[in-house]
């Protein structure tokens, strides 16, 4: 039998024993990426997991993840990983489903066109420049930099300039910043958590938590109903998604839709692109090989100027770079679906109801699929190499109709601050850390990333 023919009897696939009410949770819970590694190595490409009182999969074949994410998507609906944002992000495309999204997707969908994107560059670059300026002081006192609180700077402010162009003063980009950063911990926190006190009990957690909801609800409401009041149109995703209709009953959002969706695109556009940018730069500083060929390209393209959108197709390397970085730490590194009804996997039979986990970090770092698994090397996406794989071995991205909407805009922009920091430094990591990977919600590194500023010689010219 072929690959993912049903059989009358599938089979019931292997996995390992779990503690009693518990299952394999808590094993889960302490040590996620090297307990789903090596689950997908010892049972193989369908794995049965207790969790609890019900069961999840991790399937790590491609077949079975196009089967889920693609041809098969609508025998499937997110789990309730995603509704533990929903507390925080609504009902916004991260955490819908059903004909609800889709309308939303459709709402939405034109405003991540691709030359909508394009017209963000200017704004991008503009940014990166005030983060380099700034920088300049660091350099001159020989200070380390934390790279993962600089790159969630950097991309909380091009992500707010892009849903609200220039118009938000820097008092309320924090006061956003830090309320998302409370309602995100939190979330966080239930994420792994067996036991979550309702919203309503009042523990210190949650009315911290409701507070920054408030706060969020607040800011974005308040700067909705200006722009309607003000009727302008500024090019920006807030006054696209105010715009926006439904073809099927020439319908808009409703002023809670709007707000949910302008805060997912918040947290999804910003927190994934800053945690990639900083595994480029820890990675780039360990493979002084492959950073010497990065300067070389933008030396090369850019001749001191700083990059246009034009620029971007030449910069190949660093793309493969930006690729490279999100296959051996994807962001998103762990999707999860559960069966609307049964499935047949890999030979082996999905119950209704059951959870599917889908880990990138896997799947990305398989040895069936891919060769010296653990080395960087950015050349495995020179077109040939990527020609010659499995599509769905590499998916940082997710695929299929939930496919992410902002990748196209997240590595312009990663492309874009690599290639003008690089420009300008040579970033090196400070020794006396240990930099781990902790998985949350995305991949982050454990606590700070310090790396120091090194001026190259010689110096790039000022544009
Ligand atoms: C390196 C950066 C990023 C990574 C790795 C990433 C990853 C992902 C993944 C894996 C999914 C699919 C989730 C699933 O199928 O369950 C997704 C969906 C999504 N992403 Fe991203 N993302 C990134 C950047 C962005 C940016 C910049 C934005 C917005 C400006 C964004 C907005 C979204 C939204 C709204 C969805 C839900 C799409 C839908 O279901 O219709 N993401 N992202």
Redo the contacts with the bound molecule.
């Keep these: 039998m072929t690959q993912n023919t049903p059989s009358p009897h599938p089979a019931l696939a292997p996995g390992p024993w779990g503690l009693p009410f518990l299952g394999v949770l808590p094993k889960l819970a302490r040590e996620p990426l090297g307990f789903l590694v090596h689950m997908a190595h010892q049972y193989g490409d369908v794995v049965r997991l207790p969790f609890g009182r019900s069961e999840a999969y991790l399937i790590s074949h491609p077949d079975d993840v196009r089967q889920v994410?693609v041809t098969n998507y609508r025998s499937y609906k997110?789990s309730e990983l995603y509704d533990k944002m929903k507390p925080l992000l609504g009902e916004?495309?991260?955490t819908s489903d059903g004909d609800f999204?889709q309308r939303q997707?459709r709402m939405m969908q034109p405003a991540f066109h691709k030359q909508r994107v394009i017209s963000f560059t200017g704004m991008m670059v503009e940014s990166i420049q005030r983060m380099l300026e700034r920088w300049e002081k660091a350099e001159q006192r020989a200070e380390p930099l934390d790279m993962l609180a600089e790159m969630m700077r950097i991309t909380q402010t091009i992500?707010t300039r892009?849903m609200f162009s220039a118009g938000l003063d820097e008092a309320t980009v924090d006061a956003v910043g830090q309320a998302v950063t409370v309602g995100q911990a939190t979330a966080e926190q239930r994420f792994w958590s067996l036991v979550v006190f309702p919203d309503a009990i009042p523990t210190p957690q949650n009315r911290r938590f409701q507070r920054a909801v408030r706060t969020i609800d607040r800011i974005v409401h308040g700067l909705i109903d200006e722009r309607r009041r003000s009727g302008e149109d500024k090019g920006d995703l807030l006054s696209m998604l105010l715009a926006a209709t439904d073809e099927t009953d020439g319908k808009g959002m409703t002023q809670r839709q709007l707000r949910d969706e302008l805060v997912?695109?918040y947290l999804?556009?910003h927190e994934?692109?800053s945690v990639?940018l900083t595994w480029a730069w820890y990675l780039l500083s360990l493979h002084t090989d492959v950073a010497r060929k990065v300067q070389a390209e933008v030396d090369e393209v850019l001749q001191g100027r700083v990059p246009t959108y034009e620029d971007l197709e030449k910069l190949r390397y660093v793309h493969q770079v930006v690729e490279e970085t999100?296959r051996l730490y994807?962001?998103?590194w762990l999707?999860s679906r559960t069966a609307l009804q049964d499935d047949v996997l890999s030979g082996y039979r999905i119950p209704a109801g059951a959870a599917v986990l889908l880990c990138p970090y896997v799947v990305h770092r398989h040895p069936r699929y891919w060769e010296n698994p653990l080395g960087f090397d950015p050349d495995r996406f020179q077109p040939q190499q990527v020609e010659a794989r499995h599509r769905h071995v590499y998916?940082?991205?997710?695929t299929g109709p939930?496919?992410?909407?902002?990748?196209r805009?997240?590595l312009m922009e990663?492309q874009l601050v690599l290639a003008m920091v690089v420009q300008r430094y040579r970033l090196d990591l400070v020794v006396d850390q240990r930099v781990v990977p902790h998985p949350q919600i995305s991949l982050k590194p454990e606590g700070a990333v310090r790396m120091t500023l090194h001026r190259r010689s010689p110096p790039a010219r000022a544009s």
């Design positions: 994410l997110r916004g495309l991260i999204w997707r992500i892009t997912t695109i999804a556009g994934t692109t990639a999100l994807p962001p998103a999707l998916f940082p991205f997710g939930h496919l992410c909407i902002g990748n805009m997240s990663a």
